[in-house]
């Protein structure tokens, strides 16, 4: 079943417009032949056009897909994080492709609102379908390889260094430590949270305080390294037949800072196998433990916050991550006062908890089979009621 994410975020682009961009960029011979909306994203608008090039004569070149990529409506209030995250994506893309080999579209057009009321980019089509889809239908050993081969490539990119740390997004501020960056991105979200009137059911200064007693695990971070961040399987792309992988997308939340916060290396990502490609263990600091907690309880706040600006017809995805935030806060402050545990090396009793390690969890049934989750985990999931 095709999945139609609408949100306020989503810029409309009509026939004309996309003609007169596809003449921006291949030539005023160049013909839109269709335009298809990409449904399944859930904050810049995407289509899919097909193009051909060189008129219509013999010499015309082959129909090529492109992608069109929309910013929201400059009117549409957004997070904090998310203002001018398109301009972030076009330089993560490019990037990215210059340093490593990891499969990213092609940056082919960039149109600073000349002709939509937001900017916008064309980019190459990567053919594939999500993974999202059909993982549940892959066999074990083909997503073995797969999770090792998305290791390998966040490998390479966490071997991209920048100057400070912070969004990649021109404009937000880069800063020196690894603490002001993250403790920023935190703060203005809280903020973003606050000022929607979103009602959480931990309180909001009390998640400031669990965010203070980090500082030190966060410290250890010391280079800021390429970071994509939104690698969940809906941006991953496979081939339907093989399961070998065809691509990557959606770069735009990418920042410069620390590799754990990856959301292969969290409760939602099947570590063993990517810390298999990706050549070393990343949990080896004494806060990383705390890191990965916080990165998560982080990952539930956006999810718990974003749907209030989006205005999604419902937000089941948030009500399952804000049923989880005293959990995840609960994680944030064992994981300080526990002593340093690799989860490669350090295994699990057969009663926790197969994402968050959390003692006492009970069997579930959930797609991929039988699993023992803790009841926020479960809920976080899909198999467990709020």
Same mark, same amino acid.
């Given at each position: 079943?095709?999945?139609?994410?609408?949100?306020?975020?989503?810029?409309?682009?009509?026939?004309? @417009?996309?003609?007169?961009?596809?003449?921006?960029?291949?030539?005023?011979?160049? *013909?839109?032949?269709?335009?298809?909306?990409?449904?399944?994203? =859930?904050?810049?608008?995407?289509?899919?056009?097909?193009?051909?090039?060189?008129?219509?004569?013999? !010499?015309?070149?082959?129909?090529?897909?492109?992608?069109?990529?929309?910013?929201?409506?400059?009117?549409?209030?957004?997070?904090?994080?998310?203002?001018?995250?398109?301009?972030?994506?076009?330089?993560?893309?490019?990037?990215?492709?210059?340093?490593?080999?990891?499969?990213?579209?092609?940056?082919? =057009?960039?149109?600073?609102?000349? *002709?939509?009321?937001?900017?916008?980019?064309?980019?190459?089509?990567?053919?594939?379908?999500?993974?999202?889809?059909?993982?549940?239908?892959?066999?074990? !050993?083909?997503?073995? @390889?797969?999770?090792?081969?998305?290791?390998?490539?966040?490998?390479?990119?966490?071997?991209?260094?920048?100057?400070?740390?912070?969004?990649? %997004?021109?404009? *937000?501020?880069?800063?020196?430590?690894?603490?002001?960056?993250?403790?920023?991105?935190?703060?203005?979200?809280?903020?973003?949270?606050?000022?929607?009137?979103?009602?959480?059911?931990?309180?909001?200064?009390?998640?400031?305080?669990?965010?203070?007693?980090?500082?030190?695990?966060?410290?250890?971070? #010391?280079?800021?390294?390429?970071?994509? =961040? $939104?690698? =969940? $399987?809906?941006?991953?792309?496979?081939?339907?037949? %093989?399961?070998?992988?065809?691509?990557?997308?959606?770069?735009?939340?990418?920042?410069?800072?620390?590799?754990?916060?990856?959301?292969?290396?969290?409760?939602?990502?099947?570590?063993?196998?990517?810390?298999?490609?990706?050549?070393?263990?990343?949990?080896?600091?004494?806060?990383?433990?705390?890191?990965?907690?916080?990165?998560?309880?982080?990952?539930?706040?956006?999810?718990?916050?974003?749907?209030?600006?989006?205005?999604?017809?419902?937000?089941?995805?948030?009500?399952?991550?804000?049923?989880?935030?005293?959990?995840?806060?609960?994680?944030?402050?064992?994981?300080?006062?526990?002593?340093?545990?690799?989860?490669? #090396?350090?295994?699990?009793?057969?009663?926790?908890?197969?994402?968050?390690?959390?003692?006492?969890?009970?069997?579930?049934?959930?797609?991929?089979?039988?699993?023992?989750?803790?009841?926020?985990?479960?809920?976080?999931?899909?198999?467990?009621?709020?």
């Amino acid at each position: 079943m095709r999945r139609v994410v609408v949100s306020r975020s989503k810029t409309p682009v009509d026939r004309a @417009q996309a003609t007169a961009l596809v003449h921006d960029a291949f030539g005023t011979t160049a *013909r839109l032949l269709s335009i298809h909306e990409l449904t399944d994203g =859930w904050f810049n608008a995407a289509y899919r056009l097909d193009v051909a090039l060189g008129g219509d004569g013999a !010499a015309a070149a082959p129909a090529r897909s492109v992608v069109l990529k929309v910013a929201p409506p400059p009117d549409v209030e957004v997070l904090w994080y998310e203002h001018d995250i398109l301009h972030a994506e076009i330089e993560a893309l490019r990037l990215v492709r210059h340093c490593t080999d990891a499969p990213v579209p092609e940056v082919l =057009w960039v149109d600073e609102a000349t *002709r939509l009321p937001s900017p916008s980019f064309l980019m190459s089509f990567v053919p594939g379908v999500s993974l999202a889809n059909h993982r549940a239908e892959m066999p074990p !050993a083909v997503l073995a @390889q797969l999770d090792r081969t998305m290791g390998r490539h966040l490998a390479q990119l966490h071997a991209v260094t920048g100057e400070g740390f912070g969004l990649l %997004s021109p404009d *937000r501020p880069s800063h020196d430590t690894w603490p002001a960056a993250f403790g920023e991105l935190v703060e203005q979200l809280l903020r973003d949270g606050e000022r929607a009137g979103v009602v959480l059911p931990v309180g909001y200064d009390e998640l400031r305080h669990g965010l203070a007693a980090t500082h030190a695990a966060l410290a250890e971070v #010391t280079v800021p390294r390429f970071v994509q =961040w $939104d690698l =969940w $399987d809906g941006n991953v792309l496979v081939d339907p037949v %093989s399961g070998a992988l065809t691509g990557y997308l959606d770069f735009e939340r990418a920042l410069w800072g620390d590799p754990l916060l990856e959301i292969q290396f969290g409760p939602h990502g099947r570590v063993a196998d990517v810390v298999d490609g990706y050549g070393s263990d990343p949990f080896t600091d004494p806060g990383a433990r705390q890191r990965r907690a916080l990165y998560t309880l982080y990952h539930h706040l956006v999810m718990s916050i974003e749907g209030a600006y989006r205005a999604y017809p419902s937000d089941p995805l948030g009500d399952r991550a804000r049923a989880g935030l005293a959990n995840d806060l609960r994680a944030v402050h064992e994981a300080g006062s526990s002593p340093p545990a690799s989860p490669m #090396t350090s295994p699990r009793p057969d009663t926790a908890c197969r994402s968050c390690g959390a003692p006492q969890a009970r069997m579930w049934s959930t797609p991929e089979g039988a699993a023992r989750l803790c009841p926020a985990c479960a809920t976080l999931h899909g198999v467990g009621c709020p």
